[in-house]
């Protein structure tokens, strides 16, 4: 489900838009926060996904959905007014692609880093400091880290920097000598 936060041309525009009335309204970071509560909330819950893609929903319920999510979430208004037009518009389903791109435009303008991390496991505090440690060493920079659980990678780390993948994973080994030993 992370890898649904790919950027489109679509979300892309829409997120320009909401980059630039974020700023103008001096609520970027406020924005960006409700971005990245809104991204967790998507990967935990069925529901917002099937809210945002369902073609069986009309927009008109998918912005009153968006939009109360937002209030009870407490979101800024200007991320609860754009994901009342996002909806209205009948781009709801875009949402995933337009916060991906709102983060790359934050990432732009301020110069952060951001690494994800996904492990099989929950990663421990050490661990954590050491991935991070490791990094600003190879990146020259303090990177901002998200550390997400993923059961079926079944051991090992991938750690995904910008569009570069490192992917260390039990699961991704196993496929690979799978892969050579058919060819075998």
């Known amino acids: 489900m992370a890898d649904d936060f790919r950027t489109t041309e679509v979300g892309e525009r829409y997120a320009q838009a909401l980059f630039d009335l974020a700023d103008e309204n001096g609520a970027l970071d406020a924005v ?8 967790a909330a998507w990967i935990e819950s069925a529901d917002l996904r099937r809210l945002a893609t369902s073609p069986v929903l009309t927009s008109e319920d998918q ?47 301020t110069g952060l880093v951001a ?27 303090d990177p901002e880290l998200t550390a997400r659980v993923d059961p079926s990678i079944l051991g090992g780390l991938k750690v995904k920097v910008g569009s570069k993948l490192f992917d260390a994973s039990l699961k991704t080994k196993l496929d690979q000598m799978k892969f050579a030993l058919k060819r075998a």
């Open 32 to 39: 960006r926060a409700d971005l990245k509560s809104l991204r």
């Open 63 to 109: 912005t009153k959905g968006l939009v109360a999510i937002a209030d009870k979430a407490k979101f800024n208004g200007v991320t609860r007014n754009f994901l009342g037009l996002l909806a209205q518009n009948g781009r709801a389903r875009d949402l995933t692609s337009t916060i991906a791109a709102f983060e790359a435009l934050y990432a732009k303008k």
């Open 115 to 141: 690494a994800e991390v996904v492990s099989a496991q929950a990663l421990t505090a050490v661990q954590l400091e050491s991935i991070q440690t490791t990094l600003r060493t190879s990146l020259g920079k």
